[in-house]
């Protein structure tokens, strides 16, 4: 009994959650606080609640937030598809471990309006990435598997990890480059997942376009290291909270190109401000880069209809 959840702003500018049926949403008749509290009550509480409220709004009316609404922790993913692994240089059948990093909170950002390219970044590349919303916490390491899965994700949604690579490269600052304000979008549903339903986590579509133009698109299926695998492992380094996000790593097709092996054997003799000047320079003739005025569409959906987290859009800014 997946729930289609959405936070969102109603007529008299209050903020309210409510369940997503058809083109409609129904309203909880609940103050619900935050993310958390949503998870907490439980879908089976969920669904009571909806079927009790007599207060619907049209889904073309209202300004969707974004249903993540402070978490503990924005953890993500690096190469976790396998082309996208292949594209840099990487072989998915002999990886060994995780790529692991964090985004900012100062990203978090709604699931629609603008997102803010910084004057001083060149090169900002999105990457669309199924979400996971977790709903366990934790007090140290833990084994996750298929049978237990259920106790820790609670739902997912849409992430684009946004970044601006003329900073995460050269600086090698991974949490610098991808934590600038607007960088992190979630939303704009929260889809509620019973254990039934966990399958579903390998068998959803992802597609970006950018001005109309698809971008990338893949299949959770090709996800190297698996939610539970992941889970296991990043559980070693850091406690979930309920409410914490995991972004499970983009597919291939973001504007990054990175250089060949033999031409970065080539130029790692150079003195570091050379090398990278000359990174930045061969990265600016992509035009696949997000220029003001670009707008994204993201969308994550089951080819059976059963899940469909709705359409990210933006404009940069």
Same mark, same amino acid.
């Given at each position: 009994?997946?729930?289609?959840?959405?936070?969102?702003?109603?007529?008299?500018?209050?903020?309210?959650?409510?369940?997503?049926?058809?083109?409609?949403?129904?309203?909880?008749?609940?103050?619900?606080?935050?993310?958390?509290?949503?998870?907490?009550?439980?879908?089976?509480?969920?669904?009571?609640?909806?079927?009790?409220?007599?207060?619907?709004?049209?889904?073309?009316?209202?300004?969707?937030?974004?249903?993540?609404?402070?978490?503990?922790?924005?953890?993500?993913?690096?190469?976790?598809?396998?082309?996208?692994?292949?594209?840099?240089?990487?072989?998915?059948?002999?990886?060994?471990?995780?790529?692991?990093?964090?985004?900012?909170?100062?990203?978090?950002?709604?699931?629609?309006?603008?997102?803010?390219?910084?004057?001083?970044?060149?090169?900002?590349? *999105?990457?669309?990435? =199924?979400? /996971?919303? @977790?709903?366990?916490?934790?007090?140290?390491?833990?084994?996750?598997?298929? %049978? #237990? !899965?259920?106790?820790?994700?609670?739902?997912?949604?849409?992430?684009?990890?946004?970044?601006?690579?003329?900073?995460?490269?050269?600086?090698?600052?991974?949490?610098?480059?991808?934590?600038?304000?607007?960088?992190?979008?979630?939303?704009?549903?929260?889809?509620?997942?019973?254990?039934?339903?966990?399958? *579903?986590?390998?068998? =959803?579509? /992802?597609? @970006?376009?950018?001005?109309?133009?698809?971008?990338?698109?893949?299949?959770? %299926? #090709? !996800?190297?290291?698996?939610?539970?695998?992941?889970?296991?492992?990043?559980?070693?380094?850091?406690?979930?909270?309920?409410?914490?996000?995991?972004?499970?790593?983009?597919?291939?097709?973001?504007?990054?190109?990175?250089?060949?092996?033999?031409?970065?054997?080539?130029?790692?003799?150079?003195?570091?401000?050379?090398?990278?000047? =000359?990174?930045?320079?061969?990265?600016?003739?992509?035009?696949?880069?997000?220029?003001?005025?670009?707008?994204?569409?993201?969308?994550?959906?089951?080819?059976?209809?059963?899940?469909?987290?709705?359409?990210?859009?933006?404009?940069?800014?």
């Amino acid at each position: 009994m997946a729930l289609h959840i959405v936070h969102f702003i109603d007529a008299q500018q209050k903020k309210r959650w409510g369940l997503i049926q058809n083109d409609e949403i129904i309203s909880f008749q609940h103050d619900f606080e935050s993310t958390q509290e949503i998870i907490q009550c439980g879908i089976l509480q969920l669904a009571k609640l909806a079927t009790e409220s007599k207060e619907k709004y049209l889904l073309a009316n209202v300004k969707l937030l974004s249903p993540i609404t402070n978490p503990s922790q924005i953890l993500c993913q690096g190469a976790n598809y396998r082309q996208h692994m292949l594209d840099s240089g990487i072989n998915p059948d002999t990886q060994s471990f995780n790529m692991f990093f964090t985004k900012s909170l100062a990203s978090l950002h709604g699931p629609t309006g603008w997102i803010e390219k910084p004057n001083h970044v060149d090169l900002l590349d *999105y990457e669309i990435e =199924l979400t /996971l919303v @977790l709903g366990k916490k934790t007090q140290g390491s833990v084994t996750v598997t298929a %049978e #237990n !899965l259920h106790e820790y994700i609670a739902g997912i949604c849409i992430g684009n990890d946004v970044s601006a690579r003329d900073i995460q490269i050269p600086q090698m600052q991974f949490y610098k480059g991808k934590s600038y304000r607007t960088f992190c979008p979630l939303g704009p549903v929260l889809c509620l997942l019973n254990q039934a339903e966990m399958h *579903y986590l390998n068998k =959803l579509q /992802l597609c @970006l376009k950018v001005n109309g133009e698809v971008r990338q698109q893949d299949s959770t %299926e #090709n !996800l190297v290291f698996k939610p539970a695998e992941t889970l296991t492992e990043f559980s070693q380094i850091t406690n979930f909270e309920v409410g914490d996000v995991l972004m499970t790593g983009t597919p291939s097709g973001c504007a990054l190109r990175l250089p060949s092996t033999t031409l970065i054997k080539m130029t790692g003799l150079l003195p570091e401000k050379i090398k990278w000047q =000359l990174f930045n320079k061969s990265q600016s003739r992509r035009s696949q880069y997000l220029k003001i005025g670009d707008q994204i569409e993201s969308h994550i959906f089951s080819s059976d209809g059963k899940i469909n987290l709705g359409y990210q859009r933006h404009q940069i800014s």
